[in-house]
Protein backbone atom coordinates (compact mmCIF):
# COMPACT_ATOMS: atom_id res chain seq x y z
CA UNK A 1 0.00 0.00 0.00
CA UNK A 2 1.42 3.22 -0.89
CA UNK A 3 2.08 5.81 2.03
CA UNK A 4 0.60 8.79 2.92
CA UNK A 5 2.74 11.61 1.66
CA UNK A 6 3.29 13.64 4.65
CA UNK A 7 4.23 17.73 3.93
CA UNK A 8 6.02 20.17 6.40
CA UNK A 9 4.58 24.03 6.80
CA UNK A 10 6.52 26.19 8.30
CA UNK A 11 5.46 29.51 10.37
CA UNK A 12 4.71 32.10 7.54
CA UNK A 13 6.11 36.36 7.99
CA UNK A 14 2.79 37.42 5.88
CA UNK A 15 0.45 35.74 3.16
CA UNK A 16 -0.54 38.54 0.42
CA UNK A 17 -1.92 38.20 -3.07
CA UNK A 18 -4.95 37.58 -5.21
CA UNK A 19 -6.31 34.21 -5.63
CA UNK A 20 -9.36 32.42 -6.96
CA UNK A 21 -10.10 29.59 -5.32
CA UNK A 22 -11.07 26.06 -7.14
CA UNK A 23 -14.84 25.45 -8.27
CA UNK A 24 -17.06 24.88 -5.82
CA UNK A 25 -17.06 20.78 -4.70
CA UNK A 26 -20.79 21.27 -3.67
CA UNK A 27 -22.59 22.58 -7.07
CA UNK A 28 -20.33 20.27 -9.31
CA UNK A 29 -21.36 17.41 -7.51
CA UNK A 30 -24.99 18.99 -8.33
CA UNK A 31 -23.90 19.80 -11.71
CA UNK A 32 -22.84 16.34 -12.81
CA UNK A 33 -25.90 14.68 -11.55
CA UNK A 34 -28.50 17.23 -13.06
CA UNK A 35 -26.95 16.96 -16.21
CA UNK A 36 -26.81 13.22 -16.42
CA UNK A 37 -30.92 13.53 -15.83
CA UNK A 38 -31.11 16.26 -18.16
CA UNK A 39 -32.47 16.45 -21.75
CA UNK A 40 -29.26 17.25 -24.16
CA UNK A 41 -26.26 18.71 -23.61
CA UNK A 42 -25.35 20.91 -20.85
CA UNK A 43 -22.56 22.30 -20.45
CA UNK A 44 -21.00 22.64 -17.12
CA UNK A 45 -18.32 25.70 -16.86
CA UNK A 46 -15.65 25.47 -14.68
CA UNK A 47 -15.97 21.50 -12.78
CA UNK A 48 -13.95 21.28 -10.02
CA UNK A 49 -11.27 18.27 -11.27
CA UNK A 50 -10.91 16.73 -7.74
CA UNK A 51 -10.97 13.43 -6.62
CA UNK A 52 -14.99 13.81 -5.25
CA UNK A 53 -15.79 15.51 -8.25
CA UNK A 54 -14.25 12.90 -10.18
CA UNK A 55 -15.89 10.22 -8.32
CA UNK A 56 -19.27 12.32 -9.85
CA UNK A 57 -18.43 12.00 -13.33
CA UNK A 58 -17.71 8.30 -13.05
CA UNK A 59 -20.89 7.25 -11.63
CA UNK A 60 -22.68 9.54 -13.87
CA UNK A 61 -20.63 7.83 -17.29
CA UNK A 62 -21.82 4.27 -15.81
CA UNK A 63 -25.72 4.74 -15.52
CA UNK A 64 -25.43 6.20 -19.36
CA UNK A 65 -24.18 10.02 -19.39
CA UNK A 66 -21.77 10.76 -22.06
CA UNK A 67 -18.80 13.11 -20.83
CA UNK A 68 -16.62 15.29 -22.17
CA UNK A 69 -14.33 18.01 -22.22
CA UNK A 70 -14.90 21.28 -23.24
CA UNK A 71 -13.41 22.52 -26.45
CA UNK A 72 -11.76 25.65 -25.44
CA UNK A 73 -9.19 24.46 -23.16
CA UNK A 74 -11.54 25.47 -19.83
CA UNK A 75 -12.02 23.10 -17.19
CA UNK A 76 -15.72 22.88 -18.93
CA UNK A 77 -17.32 19.66 -19.34
CA UNK A 78 -19.82 18.76 -21.98
CA UNK A 79 -22.63 16.14 -20.56
CA UNK A 80 -25.67 14.53 -22.70
CA UNK A 81 -27.84 13.79 -20.46
CA UNK A 82 -30.06 9.93 -19.96
CA UNK A 83 -33.04 11.73 -19.34
CA UNK A 84 -34.98 12.27 -15.97
CA UNK A 85 -36.38 8.12 -15.87
CA UNK A 86 -33.38 6.88 -18.53
CA UNK A 87 -30.27 5.93 -15.88
CA UNK A 88 -28.49 2.51 -17.56
CA UNK A 89 -29.12 0.09 -14.58
CA UNK A 90 -27.08 -2.52 -13.01
CA UNK A 91 -24.11 -1.09 -11.75
CA UNK A 92 -22.11 -1.02 -9.16
CA UNK A 93 -21.35 2.71 -8.32
CA UNK A 94 -18.43 3.55 -6.35
CA UNK A 95 -18.49 7.01 -4.46
CA UNK A 96 -14.85 6.28 -3.20
CA UNK A 97 -14.86 9.39 -0.26
CA UNK A 98 -18.03 11.38 -1.95
CA UNK A 99 -20.63 12.00 0.61
CA UNK A 100 -22.63 13.95 -1.24
CA UNK A 101 -22.65 11.36 -4.09
CA UNK A 102 -23.59 8.82 -1.73
CA UNK A 103 -26.55 10.67 -0.06
CA UNK A 104 -27.81 12.95 -3.43
CA UNK A 105 -27.54 9.88 -5.91
CA UNK A 106 -30.25 7.58 -4.63
CA UNK A 107 -33.01 9.82 -4.92
CA UNK A 108 -32.85 10.00 -8.82
CA UNK A 109 -32.16 6.14 -8.70
CA UNK A 110 -35.37 5.16 -6.74
CA UNK A 111 -37.01 6.51 -9.16
CA UNK A 112 -36.61 4.91 -12.32
CA UNK A 113 -38.74 2.90 -14.00
CA UNK A 114 -36.52 -0.41 -13.47
CA UNK A 115 -32.75 -1.20 -12.67
CA UNK A 116 -30.85 -2.01 -9.26
CA UNK A 117 -27.89 -0.42 -8.16
CA UNK A 118 -25.53 -0.72 -5.55
CA UNK A 119 -23.37 2.45 -3.92
CA UNK A 120 -19.95 2.06 -2.22
CA UNK A 121 -17.41 3.88 -1.54
CA UNK A 122 -14.04 3.86 0.81
CA UNK A 123 -13.44 2.97 4.69
CA UNK A 124 -14.44 6.39 5.51
CA UNK A 125 -18.03 6.28 3.34
CA UNK A 126 -18.75 3.08 5.30
CA UNK A 127 -18.88 4.93 8.59
CA UNK A 128 -20.78 7.62 7.35
CA UNK A 129 -24.53 7.10 7.69
CA UNK A 130 -27.29 6.63 5.35
CA UNK A 131 -30.60 6.20 7.39
CA UNK A 132 -31.03 9.61 7.04
CA UNK A 133 -32.28 9.10 3.22
CA UNK A 134 -33.53 5.65 3.58
CA UNK A 135 -36.30 6.20 5.57
CA UNK A 136 -38.04 9.38 3.94
CA UNK A 137 -37.11 7.44 0.42
CA UNK A 138 -38.97 4.29 1.74
CA UNK A 139 -41.57 6.57 2.58
CA UNK A 140 -42.08 7.82 -0.43
CA UNK A 141 -42.14 4.05 -1.89
CA UNK A 142 -38.44 3.67 -2.52
CA UNK A 143 -37.21 -0.24 -2.37
CA UNK A 144 -33.94 0.89 -0.73
CA UNK A 145 -31.27 -1.17 1.77
CA UNK A 146 -28.41 -0.62 3.62
CA UNK A 147 -26.14 -2.94 5.74
CA UNK A 148 -27.81 -2.55 9.13
CA UNK A 149 -30.35 -0.54 7.49
CA UNK A 150 -27.94 2.16 8.22
CA UNK A 151 -24.27 2.31 6.86
CA UNK A 152 -22.80 1.83 3.15
CA UNK A 153 -22.93 -0.01 1.23
CA UNK A 154 -26.64 1.28 -0.24
CA UNK A 155 -28.45 -1.01 -2.57
CA UNK A 156 -31.52 0.99 -4.58
CA UNK A 157 -34.17 -0.59 -6.78
CA UNK A 158 -36.37 1.79 -9.08
CA UNK A 159 -39.84 1.70 -8.04
CA UNK A 160 -42.71 4.05 -8.36
CA UNK A 161 -42.64 7.14 -6.06
CA UNK A 162 -45.11 9.15 -4.01
CA UNK A 163 -44.65 12.66 -2.88
CA UNK A 164 -44.58 13.21 0.87
CA UNK A 165 -43.94 16.19 3.17
CA UNK A 166 -40.95 15.15 5.28
CA UNK A 167 -39.81 17.16 8.60
CA UNK A 168 -35.98 16.59 8.49
CA UNK A 169 -35.07 16.08 11.78
CA UNK A 170 -30.89 16.62 10.57
CA UNK A 171 -30.33 19.82 8.84
CA UNK A 172 -28.54 18.34 5.49
CA UNK A 173 -28.74 20.05 2.41
CA UNK A 174 -27.53 16.25 1.31
CA UNK A 175 -30.74 14.64 2.52
CA UNK A 176 -33.36 17.55 1.13
CA UNK A 177 -31.53 17.76 -2.18
CA UNK A 178 -31.83 14.01 -2.28
CA UNK A 179 -35.61 14.10 -1.94
CA UNK A 180 -36.21 16.97 -4.08
CA UNK A 181 -34.33 14.74 -6.80
CA UNK A 182 -36.79 11.82 -5.79
CA UNK A 183 -39.89 14.50 -5.88
CA UNK A 184 -39.23 15.35 -9.53
CA UNK A 185 -40.10 11.65 -10.27
CA UNK A 186 -42.89 11.25 -7.62
CA UNK A 187 -46.95 11.13 -8.08
CA UNK A 188 -47.38 14.42 -6.32
CA UNK A 189 -45.50 17.34 -5.15
CA UNK A 190 -42.88 16.45 -2.72
CA UNK A 191 -41.92 19.17 0.52
CA UNK A 192 -39.11 19.06 2.71
CA UNK A 193 -39.01 21.04 5.98
CA UNK A 194 -36.19 22.37 6.94
CA UNK A 195 -36.07 23.93 10.92
CA UNK A 196 -32.34 24.94 10.31
CA UNK A 197 -31.59 26.00 6.12
CA UNK A 198 -29.09 25.04 4.73
CA UNK A 199 -26.93 25.56 1.17
CA UNK A 200 -29.76 25.75 -1.71
CA UNK A 201 -27.94 25.01 -4.68
CA UNK A 202 -30.20 22.06 -5.76
CA UNK A 203 -33.24 24.18 -5.65
CA UNK A 204 -31.06 26.82 -7.36
CA UNK A 205 -30.15 24.32 -10.34
CA UNK A 206 -33.24 22.70 -10.45
CA UNK A 207 -35.40 25.92 -11.30
CA UNK A 208 -32.77 27.10 -13.63
CA UNK A 209 -33.44 23.56 -15.57
CA UNK A 210 -37.34 24.28 -15.53
CA UNK A 211 -38.15 22.51 -12.68
CA UNK A 212 -41.33 24.10 -10.02
CA UNK A 213 -39.52 24.72 -7.17
CA UNK A 214 -40.47 26.51 -4.21
CA UNK A 215 -39.52 27.71 -1.26
CA UNK A 216 -41.64 29.32 1.29
CA UNK A 217 -41.12 30.53 5.28
CA UNK A 218 -42.15 27.83 7.85
CA UNK A 219 -42.99 29.07 11.24
CA UNK A 220 -41.17 31.49 13.26
CA UNK A 221 -38.21 32.50 12.28
CA UNK A 222 -35.25 32.13 14.35
CA UNK A 223 -33.98 35.52 15.62
CA UNK A 224 -30.02 34.56 16.62
CA UNK A 225 -27.68 36.05 15.15
CA UNK A 226 -27.08 35.22 11.53
CA UNK A 227 -29.83 32.66 11.16
CA UNK A 228 -32.11 31.68 8.55
CA UNK A 229 -36.16 31.32 8.97
CA UNK A 230 -37.33 27.86 8.81
CA UNK A 231 -38.09 26.88 5.33
CA UNK A 232 -40.56 24.63 3.34
CA UNK A 233 -39.26 23.76 0.18
CA UNK A 234 -41.79 21.58 -2.40
CA UNK A 235 -40.36 20.64 -5.73
CA UNK A 236 -43.22 19.05 -8.46
CA UNK A 237 -43.22 16.46 -10.44
CA UNK A 238 -41.60 16.98 -13.67
CA UNK A 239 -41.47 16.10 -17.22
CA UNK A 240 -38.14 16.90 -18.68
CA UNK A 241 -34.85 18.63 -17.31
CA UNK A 242 -33.17 21.01 -19.47
CA UNK A 243 -30.30 22.50 -17.70
CA UNK A 244 -28.19 24.21 -20.73
CA UNK A 245 -25.74 25.91 -19.34
CA UNK A 246 -24.35 25.68 -15.18
CA UNK A 247 -21.85 27.98 -14.02
CA UNK A 248 -19.77 27.08 -11.25
CA UNK A 249 -18.41 29.51 -8.64
CA UNK A 250 -15.42 29.19 -6.85
CA UNK A 251 -15.76 27.15 -3.09
CA UNK A 252 -16.45 29.19 -0.29
CA UNK A 253 -15.55 26.25 1.29
CA UNK A 254 -12.29 26.21 -0.21
CA UNK A 255 -11.74 30.21 -0.10
CA UNK A 256 -12.34 29.76 3.84
CA UNK A 257 -8.70 28.36 4.89
CA UNK A 258 -7.35 31.20 3.00
CA UNK A 259 -9.68 33.41 4.78
CA UNK A 260 -8.28 32.34 8.16
CA UNK A 261 -5.42 31.85 7.36
CA UNK A 262 -5.01 35.93 6.63
CA UNK A 263 -6.37 36.47 9.22
CA UNK A 264 -4.21 34.46 11.90
CA UNK A 265 -0.62 35.18 9.87
CA UNK A 266 -0.10 38.76 10.91
CA UNK A 267 0.75 41.51 7.97
CA UNK A 268 -1.37 39.30 5.68
CA UNK A 269 -3.90 40.71 3.33
CA UNK A 270 -5.17 37.94 0.91
CA UNK A 271 -7.75 38.94 -2.07
CA UNK A 272 -9.94 35.87 -3.51
CA UNK A 273 -11.68 36.02 -6.53
CA UNK A 274 -15.12 34.84 -8.18
CA UNK A 275 -16.04 33.18 -4.71
CA UNK A 276 -19.58 31.55 -4.07
CA UNK A 277 -21.02 33.47 -1.44
CA UNK A 278 -24.55 31.01 -1.33
CA UNK A 279 -26.35 32.56 2.00
CA UNK A 280 -26.11 28.97 3.07
CA UNK A 281 -22.37 28.93 2.76
CA UNK A 282 -21.28 32.01 4.30
CA UNK A 283 -21.80 31.05 8.31
CA UNK A 284 -18.29 32.09 8.72
CA UNK A 285 -17.83 35.28 7.27
CA UNK A 286 -20.70 36.43 10.35
CA UNK A 287 -18.69 34.69 12.74
CA UNK A 288 -15.38 35.82 12.01
CA UNK A 289 -16.71 39.42 11.86
CA UNK A 290 -18.17 39.15 15.56
CA UNK A 291 -14.62 37.67 16.36
CA UNK A 292 -13.67 41.07 15.31
CA UNK A 293 -11.60 39.89 12.19
CA UNK A 294 -11.09 42.55 9.32
CA UNK A 295 -12.71 40.54 6.32
CA UNK A 296 -14.89 42.21 3.57
CA UNK A 297 -17.17 41.18 0.63
CA UNK A 298 -16.85 43.54 -2.19
CA UNK A 299 -17.64 43.47 -5.71
CA UNK A 300 -20.69 41.09 -5.38
CA UNK A 301 -22.15 39.20 -8.68
CA UNK A 302 -24.52 36.48 -9.87
CA UNK A 303 -22.77 33.45 -11.52
CA UNK A 304 -25.85 32.43 -13.40
CA UNK A 305 -28.05 31.39 -10.29
CA UNK A 306 -25.07 31.44 -7.56
CA UNK A 307 -23.71 34.54 -6.08
CA UNK A 308 -20.40 35.20 -6.27
CA UNK A 309 -17.95 37.88 -4.82
CA UNK A 310 -14.54 39.08 -3.81
CA UNK A 311 -13.52 38.72 -0.43
CA UNK A 312 -10.05 40.56 1.58
CA UNK A 313 -9.29 38.88 4.43
CA UNK A 314 -6.19 40.96 6.37
CA UNK A 315 -4.82 39.73 9.76
CA UNK A 316 -5.62 41.32 13.11
CA UNK A 317 -6.64 40.17 16.94
CA UNK A 318 -9.57 37.68 17.56
CA UNK A 319 -12.06 37.24 20.54
CA UNK A 320 -13.63 34.50 21.10
CA UNK A 321 -17.28 33.52 20.39
CA UNK A 322 -20.03 30.85 21.24
CA UNK A 323 -21.89 29.24 17.78
CA UNK A 324 -24.93 27.38 17.77
CA UNK A 325 -28.46 27.16 16.25
CA UNK A 326 -29.32 28.05 12.91
CA UNK A 327 -25.75 29.28 12.22
CA UNK A 328 -24.34 25.77 12.45
CA UNK A 329 -25.22 24.40 8.95
CA UNK A 330 -24.49 27.67 7.18
CA UNK A 331 -20.94 27.19 8.77
CA UNK A 332 -20.79 23.26 8.72
CA UNK A 333 -17.32 22.67 6.80
CA UNK A 334 -15.61 25.68 8.14
CA UNK A 335 -16.23 25.06 11.71
CA UNK A 336 -12.52 23.23 12.18
CA UNK A 337 -11.24 26.45 11.32
CA UNK A 338 -13.23 28.18 13.71
CA UNK A 339 -11.71 26.12 16.06
CA UNK A 340 -8.38 27.13 14.96
CA UNK A 341 -8.92 30.59 15.35
CA UNK A 342 -10.15 29.86 18.67
CA UNK A 343 -6.40 29.36 19.67
CA UNK A 344 -5.62 32.78 18.65
CA UNK A 345 -8.47 34.83 19.96
CA UNK A 346 -8.81 36.16 23.79
CA UNK A 347 -10.92 34.19 25.71
CA UNK A 348 -13.18 31.19 24.79
CA UNK A 349 -14.78 30.10 21.69
CA UNK A 350 -17.31 27.95 21.81
CA UNK A 351 -19.12 25.81 18.91
CA UNK A 352 -22.48 23.72 20.01
CA UNK A 353 -25.09 22.31 18.68
CA UNK A 354 -22.54 20.52 15.88
CA UNK A 355 -23.44 16.66 16.59
CA UNK A 356 -23.22 16.43 12.57
CA UNK A 357 -19.73 16.85 12.96
CA UNK A 358 -19.08 13.39 14.02
CA UNK A 359 -20.67 12.04 10.52
CA UNK A 360 -18.22 13.96 7.73
CA UNK A 361 -15.69 12.58 6.66
CA UNK A 362 -13.99 11.95 9.87
CA UNK A 363 -15.61 12.46 13.03
CA UNK A 364 -14.69 16.34 13.35
CA UNK A 365 -15.46 16.37 16.64
CA UNK A 366 -12.64 14.00 17.90
CA UNK A 367 -10.41 14.48 15.38
CA UNK A 368 -10.15 18.78 15.85
CA UNK A 369 -9.61 18.26 19.38
CA UNK A 370 -6.94 15.71 19.60
CA UNK A 371 -5.54 17.12 15.84
CA UNK A 372 -5.36 20.59 17.73
CA UNK A 373 -4.10 19.51 20.86
CA UNK A 374 -1.57 17.84 19.47
CA UNK A 375 -0.45 21.08 18.39
CA UNK A 376 -0.53 22.42 22.09
CA UNK A 377 -3.64 24.53 22.10
CA UNK A 378 -6.16 24.04 25.23
CA UNK A 379 -9.53 22.59 23.79
CA UNK A 380 -12.07 20.29 25.15
CA UNK A 381 -14.28 17.92 23.01
CA UNK A 382 -18.10 18.68 24.05
CA UNK A 383 -21.00 16.28 22.97
CA UNK A 384 -21.99 18.76 20.25
CA UNK A 385 -19.12 20.47 19.58
CA UNK A 386 -15.76 21.89 21.13
CA UNK A 387 -14.63 24.91 23.47
CA UNK A 388 -10.87 25.93 23.29
CA UNK A 389 -8.92 28.87 25.39
CA UNK A 390 -7.24 31.57 23.30
CA UNK A 391 -3.39 31.26 24.12
CA UNK A 392 -2.90 34.25 21.25
CA UNK A 393 -1.06 31.20 19.25
CA UNK A 394 0.07 28.13 18.48
CA UNK A 395 3.33 25.46 19.53
CA UNK A 396 3.12 23.75 16.23
CA UNK A 397 4.08 19.93 15.86
CA UNK A 398 2.59 16.96 14.15
CA UNK A 399 -1.09 16.06 12.92
CA UNK A 400 -2.81 13.57 11.30
CA UNK A 401 -5.28 13.94 8.14
CA UNK A 402 -7.10 10.75 9.33
CA UNK A 403 -7.70 11.05 5.76
CA UNK A 404 -10.16 13.96 5.90
CA UNK A 405 -9.89 16.55 3.32
CA UNK A 406 -10.32 19.71 5.88
CA UNK A 407 -8.13 18.20 8.47
CA UNK A 408 -5.25 18.30 6.05
CA UNK A 409 -5.67 21.76 4.99
CA UNK A 410 -6.40 22.60 8.92
CA UNK A 411 -3.34 21.39 9.68
CA UNK A 412 -1.43 23.51 7.16
CA UNK A 413 -3.36 26.62 7.89
CA UNK A 414 -2.15 26.03 11.82
CA UNK A 415 1.38 25.49 10.50
CA UNK A 416 1.70 28.63 8.66
CA UNK A 417 0.41 30.56 11.70
CA UNK A 418 2.09 28.56 14.61
CA UNK A 419 5.51 29.75 16.18
CA UNK A 420 7.73 26.15 15.23
CA UNK A 421 5.78 24.73 12.02
CA UNK A 422 3.38 21.81 11.81
CA UNK A 423 4.11 18.61 9.64
CA UNK A 424 0.96 17.04 8.25
CA UNK A 425 0.27 13.26 8.08
CA UNK A 426 -1.47 12.29 5.31
CA UNK A 427 -1.35 15.80 3.44
CA UNK A 428 -2.46 14.24 0.14
CA UNK A 429 -6.05 14.13 0.83
CA UNK A 430 -6.37 17.53 0.28
CA UNK A 431 -6.87 16.28 -3.31
CA UNK A 432 -10.20 15.22 -2.71
CA UNK A 433 -11.83 19.15 -2.80
CA UNK A 434 -8.42 21.44 -3.72
CA UNK A 435 -5.89 19.71 -5.52
CA UNK A 436 -3.61 22.82 -6.23
CA UNK A 437 -3.97 24.01 -2.11
CA UNK A 438 0.23 23.40 -0.99
CA UNK A 439 0.97 25.41 -4.53
CA UNK A 440 -1.52 27.92 -3.93
CA UNK A 441 -0.85 28.51 -0.13
CA UNK A 442 3.33 28.77 -1.32
CA UNK A 443 2.51 31.57 -3.98
CA UNK A 444 0.67 33.73 -1.22
CA UNK A 445 3.24 32.88 1.54
CA UNK A 446 6.41 33.60 -0.72
CA UNK A 447 5.28 36.84 -2.28
CA UNK A 448 5.70 38.21 1.14
CA UNK A 449 8.60 36.89 2.94
CA UNK A 450 10.35 34.16 0.67
CA UNK A 451 9.44 31.72 3.37
CA UNK A 452 8.70 27.99 1.79
CA UNK A 453 5.75 25.82 2.92
C1 LIG B 1 -22.99 19.21 1.44
C2 LIG B 1 -23.71 19.41 2.59
C3 LIG B 1 -23.12 19.32 3.93
C4 LIG B 1 -21.62 19.49 3.90
C5 LIG B 1 -20.97 18.66 2.84
C6 LIG B 1 -21.52 18.99 1.46
C7 LIG B 1 -23.69 19.24 0.15
O1 LIG B 1 -23.41 18.04 4.45
O2 LIG B 1 -21.06 19.18 5.15
O3 LIG B 1 -19.57 18.89 2.81
O4 LIG B 1 -23.02 19.32 -0.89
O5 LIG B 1 -24.91 19.20 0.16
P1 LIG B 1 -24.83 17.72 5.15
O6 LIG B 1 -25.88 17.88 4.17
O7 LIG B 1 -24.70 16.31 5.64
O8 LIG B 1 -24.93 18.69 6.28
Redesign the pocket.
Known amino acids: MMRARSERFAPAGSLRGTLTPPPD ?2 IS ?2 AAIVAAMGEGETVVRGYLDAADTRATLEAMRSLGADVSAGDDGRPDLRIRGVGLRGARPGRLIDVHNA ?2 LM ?2 LPGWLAGQSHGQWTLDGDESIRHRPVDRIVEPLRLMGAEIGARDDRLPPLTVRGSELRGIEYRSP ?8 CLLLAGLLADNPTSVIERRP ?2 D ?2 ERMLRAAGAAVITEDAGTPVTVHGELPARRVTVSPAGTLEPGEIPIPGDF ?1 SAAFLIVAATLVGGSEVRLEGVGINPGRIGLLGILTRMGAAVQVVETAAAGREPEATIVARSGPLQGTRVGGGEV ?1 LA ?2 ELPLIALAGCFAEGETVVGGAE ?1 LR ?2 ESDRIATVVEGLRGLGSEIEATDDGFAVTGTNGLRGGRIESAGDHRLAMLGAIAGLASSEGVEVEGFDTAGVSYPGFGADLATLVSRASGAST
Open positions: KSHRGTRIVASAQVKSTRHTSPIDEHK
